[in-house]
């Protein structure tokens, strides 16, 4: 392979190399080995291509974050390309790890989330350390997006960096937007006793039911109200509910956990606020309703114009690639370009066309890869010369 160029056997097979590693979230599948071997595979790579190689903790006990840096002259401008080695569990999938090629597809798991991207990158940013850049070209290597995004989150403390591409399974589209969540956990209470004897107990489930109304409702009220241009509206719906201690009883109490997806502009806290006024008007209107409601977590939405030098790099690198205009769009998934655009790293997402996400069976078009490493290539070259 001349140097400076990207190789379309070297990138497949290290494309099958990292889908044939289990790197299954310990977090979402208890027990599971997580990215040690991964993050160890990554390492060895890059520094067998001469990059500048840091093994990072993260909090994660064996489940370092791995940045390679191709190490620019001075002067230019720094590009991060971040990309996640965890994936979710393997449940019903027929040899997920086995890496099997056909038709120019590729299955297995973390085929198309992210392992594709990773390897994209990896043989990018490879590749730039030939063209003597005068800025950094930074690929990180995450820990935990799949979960908790711990990865990414220790990345911003310790790394900068004047833009970021993040790899996702976009479908060769450039996303400029995502949507974030809140999670919220709304508690009714009652009061428990015989259930023969109704004089005495409060049903905080049949509490609740007016709760799953009331949401319902707040679902169709976000519906009809103020859209995002790539996004559409907010959204709002009921995820896990338990109550109860036996058939024989009233039950005391009755939780549910809510999930309210949200747009550029929409906080965590005028949402909880919308939760807590739908509950005092319950309350008002029914005395024997008593109800709290509990913030639990919350990702921010992204949005990056589509006028920043990033995204502007990007679409002309796309172009010169592929020969086509670059089509842009939102995600209603949220991603680790939040983070980084939070801490001040302008973001935008690509990635390659698949099937399967978190589906039992997970595939990747391999055309569609070396697409995404060509363009990476060439917006390292052009940005951050």
Not at 193 to 200: L, M, N, Q, V
Not at 239 to 250: A, K, N, P, T
Not at 325 to 346: K, V, Y
Request: proline share 4%; glycine share 12%.
């Amino acid at each position: 392979m001349p140097n400076g160029e990207i190789s379309r056997d070297e990138l497949f097979d290290l494309t099958a190399k990292l889908v044939s590693i289990d790197s299954i979230n310990p977090d979402l599948v208890p027990g599971s080995r997580g990215e040690g071997e991964i993050g160890s595979f990554v390492a060895q790579w890059a520094q067998a291509k001469g990059l500048e190689v840091h093994v990072e903790e993260t909090g994660l006990a064996g489940r370092p974050n791995v940045i390679a840096v191709a190490r620019g002259s001075g002067g230019g401008r720094s590009l991060m390309l971040n990309a996640h080695m965890d994936t979710v569990g393997v449940a019903g999938m027929e040899n997920p790890f086995r890496a099997t090629v056909r038709n120019d597809t590729l299955y297995g798991r973390g085929s198309m989330d992210t392992k594709a991207a990773l390897a994209a990158f990896m043989v990018a940013v490879a590749a730039a350390k030939e063209y003597g850049l005068r800025g950094d070209a930074i690929l990180t290597a995450v820990v935990d997006e799949e979960y908790a995004s711990v990865g990414t989150e220790a990345v911003v403390k310790r790394w900068k960096a004047d833009a970021a591409l993040v790899g996702e399974p976009t479908g060769l589209q450039i996303v400029i937007a995502h949507k974030g969540f809140a999670w919220f956990e709304v508690e009714t209470r009652g009061v428990a006793a015989h259930g023969s004897r109704p004089d005495k107990g409060v049903d905080s489930i049949a509490k609740m039911g007016r709760v799953l109304v009331r949401l319902e409702d707040m679902g169709k009220r976000l519906e009809a109200g103020p859209a995002h241009a790539m996004l559409g509206t907010g959204t709002v719906h009921a995820s896990l509910i338990s109550g109860g201690q036996e058939l024989s009883s009233y039950p005391a109490f009755c939780r549910l956990g809510i999930e309210r997806r949200t747009i550029p502009g929409e906080k965590p806290e005028v949402v909880e606020k919308d939760l807590q006024d739908e509950l005092l008007l319950m309350a008002r209107q029914d005395p024997a309703f008593k109800a709290d409601v509990r913030f639990l977590f919350s990702r921010a939405p992204m949005e990056v114009p589509r006028n920043a030098l990033v995204v502007q790099a990007l679409a002309k690198a796309f172009e010169g690639v592929t020969g086509r205009g670059a089509e842009f769009g939102g995600m209603s998934a949220w991603m680790d370009s939040s983070l980084l655009s939070t801490a001040g790293i302008p973001s935008v997402v690509l990635g390659p066309t698949g099937e399967g996400l978190h589906g039992d069976s997970e595939w990747v078009d391999l055309p569609s890869v070396f697409a995404v490493a060509e363009v990476a290539l060439r917006l390292m070259r052009d940005f951050c010369s």
